[in-house]
């Protein structure tokens, strides 16, 4: 058995050697003694070998299976000493599968074969644990005995190493980014599925191949030298180029070189990650242009407008010339959104804006300012005439009808001129100026264009002026209510009675609700405004009910912008709730061209006002764009004939038709009918042989405060 190396020498060495070898003839010792030690030496070298290994070596005596010997690292590998180790069962070390290992081997050394064999196993170590090994064994034959040879090696390190690798490997393989991998010569020894999906070539048709193969060509010669001057002195380049896919497809990808060097710093590898940016690009362009352009018509919009202008205002100083801008505004574009919907007017406003775009230069520019408000930038003209010719044809262009799902609609437009260097050098007053001039060809009348006089600057300045003291107005109390008697024909006593609004301005006087309401909606100012009225009507109400009219109506106006708040039920039941009225006394009015803003939320709306118990009237009927079915739809108790057709009776047959017509509709639909603008006796005595239920105007009671509007009703 060998000797582990720790061991020394018996001091008696020569009488030991003589008892061991059994042979005391002193000419036996002079023959064999140097041979004898030079064995020893060359054991103790081996066993010194042995010891320096970090591999586990263990000897077997076969066919019992003990260990006879064993070096260090066997032992610290497996948690014993030693000396512990000989004598020791292999199958007692706590090697998996050792019986089976102990029969192999005594299977070798029977048949007489001494294959190198190699297996994975698990040695669960005496102290803790359980190490993977890599072993190796086999049967060698020692002077007719038969010895097994054991080799093992912890395989941690390389499982760890090869699961890092499979991982690395299946990261890559499922990695969303193609990859190239070359060796430094540039041939391609391994690609990803990526790669497959985004160039078009299989695995197998790349491998060996340059990735050059991807060339689209738009690249330089002088690209590619800069390329690869970062790449080998950084180690890395990224950027984006354009790469050919095997369809001859060019496409745009984001790519990413680096160098890989072994520990040595020596170069053995490229690696190439790309990722196809199309959709990138596409999204890019697509963002660039929604950033200049307005959404819905695809013109250019305020940012990319002050760029064009820069431009035109540069050219017309180098060149002295003049550029204008028009300001154009959709006259009454509003009742199209709020009698077809909001669908229909966007289509309009696209349909505007290929009528403008068709009508112009190549090098002028249309712009959208937003709502139904477009602008016209014109460079290069020679005289105002030439602007005025363009406007004209614009006015004829805009004035035709546009045919909508069905709806042949006919819009006009107001524009406003605004010259340079006349008007302005800069965006902001030509603009200004532009606005100033649209607005007072609304006040010609509309359908027309006007361009910016100096004068024009003052009206601005009284309607800003006006607008201020709107929004102090309701603050200083200074609306009123006017009321004005709904008669019922078949009594001739007021049933109930309209609340109209009036601004009494300190310095202007009673301001007409047209100079004013417009306003108001424009500001946003009309919601607290309409609720005042409402509240201001029903407190009036009640006062009148408990003083001898305790049947009385009330009529109230609702606006869109009220019609469409969420709060309006509970706005209203808390004005009944506070005048202590009961819900059928109030009657709110509403137009029909409201009603077809959202014909969902309109019904939801009118059935909750309805199971109040509050009675709902069509205002101005006639003359928008309802459709009868939704009179069925919806809760609706009253129609009102508007005044335009009420004035045409006796005078005009059409007129008097469809007030004939709303009467029967409303009688067959079980609906009263209000005729409002009633003025000649004439009139009334038609309106009555008709079958109008209620009648409304100068003739029965102009508008007038609370304490006038009755007077004449009194004693009746």
Not at 414 to 419: F, Q
Not at 559 to 570: C, K, M, T, W, Y
Not at 664 to 672: D, I, K
């Amino acid at each position: 058995m060998l000797k582990h190396s720790d061991e020394e020498l018996p001091p008696s060495w020569e009488e030991e050697r003589d008892r061991i070898i059994g042979l005391g003839e002193r000419s036996f010792r002079k023959s064999y003694y140097p041979e004898l030690r030079s064995n020893l030496t060359r054991l103790e070298r081996f066993r010194t070998l042995l010891d320096f290994s970090g591999e586990m070596i263990l000897l077997v005596a076969l066919p019992a299976g003990t260990i006879i010997d064993a070096n260090a690292a066997a032992a610290e590998m497996i948690g014993y000493r030693l000396d512990e180790l000989f004598d020791k069962p292999l199958t007692a070390l706590g090697l998996d599968d050792s019986e089976r290992l102990l029969a192999t081997l005594n299977a070798d050394a029977t048949s007489g074969e001494t294959p190198l064999r190699h297996c994975e196993t698990r040695l669960h170590r005496h102290n803790d644990g359980v190490v993977p090994l890599d072993l190796a064994h086999r049967v060698v034959v020692v002077e007719g005995t038969h010895f097994g040879v054991l080799l093992g090696r912890d395989a941690s390190v390389r499982i760890a190493s090869e699961k890092q690798l499979r991982l690395a490997a299946r990261i890559i393989q499922n990695s969303g980014e193609g990859i190239i991998i070359t060796d430094t010569d540039c041939h391609i020894i391994e690609v990803n599925k990526a790669f497959e999906a985004i160039t078009g070539y299989d695995r197998d048709e790349v491998l060996g191949r340059n990735p050059s193969l991807l060339s689209s060509g738009r690249q330089n010669k002088e690209f590619y030298r800069a390329m690869w001057q970062t790449l080998n002195e950084e180690g890395a380049w990224r950027g984006e180029i354009w790469n050919r896919r095997k369809d001859n497809e060019v496409y745009p990808e984001l790519l990413t070189l680096s160098t890989i060097r072994d520990d040595a710093g020596t170069l053995t590898h490229y690696v190439a990650t790309f990722s196809d940016i199309t959709e990138a690009k596409t999204r890019e362009a697509r963002i660039q242009h929604m950033a200049h352009h307005d959404f819905l018509t695809g013109l250019p919009n305020r940012f990319l407008l002050t760029d064009r202008f820069r431009q035109v205002a540069a050219a017309a100083q180098r060149n002295e010339s003049r550029f204008a801008l028009l300001f154009i505004d959709l006259d009454r574009f509003k009742n199209v959104n709020d009698t077809l919907g909001h669908s229909i007017g966007d289509q309009l406003l696209r349909d505007v804006a290929a009528r403008l775009t068709a009508m112009v230069r190549g090098t002028d520019t249309i712009s959208r300012q937003g709502g139904d408000e477009f602008l016209v930038l014109l460079g290069e003209i020679e005289t105002p005439e030439a602007v005025a010719q363009v406007a004209r044809k614009l006015i004829q262009v805009l004035s035709e009808p546009f045919l909508l799902d069905g709806h042949q609609i006919t819009v006009t437009p107001s524009i406003g001129i605004a010259v340079s260097p006349e008007d302005g050098s800069n965006l902001d007053a030509l603009l200004k100026h532009a606005d100033l001039a649209m607005y007072d060809a609304k006040l010609q009348g509309r359908n027309n264009y006007q361009f910016f006089r100096r004068e024009m600057n003052a009206r601005s300045l009284e309607l800003l002026l006006m607008e201020s003291d709107l929004r102090q107005a309701l603050r200083k109390c200074e609306f009123e209510l006017h009321y004005q008697p709904l008669i019922a024909v078949s009594e001739g006593r007021p049933i109930g009675l309209e609340a109209l609004l009036r601004w009494r301005h300190p310095e202007r006087g009673l301001v007409s609700p047209v100079d004013f309401i417009p306003m108001a909606e424009e500001t946003g100012l009309i919601l607290p405004i309409g609720q005042w009225v409402l509240n201001t009507a029903c407190q009036q109400l009640a006062l009148w009910r408990a003083n001898g009219w305790p049947s009385l109506r009330m009529s109230v106006n609702l606006s869109a912008a009220q019609f469409r708040r969420q709060d309006l039920i509970e706005q209203v039941r808390t004005a009944l709730a506070t005048a202590r009225l009961p819900a059928d006394a109030l009657e709110l009015e509403v137009t029909e061209s409201i009603l077809m803003i959202d014909a969902e939320g309109t019904e939801n709306m009118l059935n909750a006002l309805s199971a109040m118990g509050v009675t709902l009237a069509i205002d101005d009927f006639g003359t928008g764009y309802s459709s009868l079915a939704y009179l069925k739809r919806f809760s609706v108790n009253t129609l009102k004939v508007d005044r335009s057709f009420v004035h045409g009776i006796g005078i005009d047959n059409e007129d008097a038709a469809i007030c004939m017509a709303v009467i029967g509709l409303a009688r067959t639909l079980h609906l009263n009918v209000v005729a409002e603008g009633v003025e000649t006796q004439a009139q009334y005595d038609w309106l009555a042989d008709a079958g109008c239920h209620i009648i409304q105007g100068f003739l029965m009671g102009r508008p007038a405060p609370a304490d006038q509007c009755l007077t004449a009703y009194a004693t009746t």
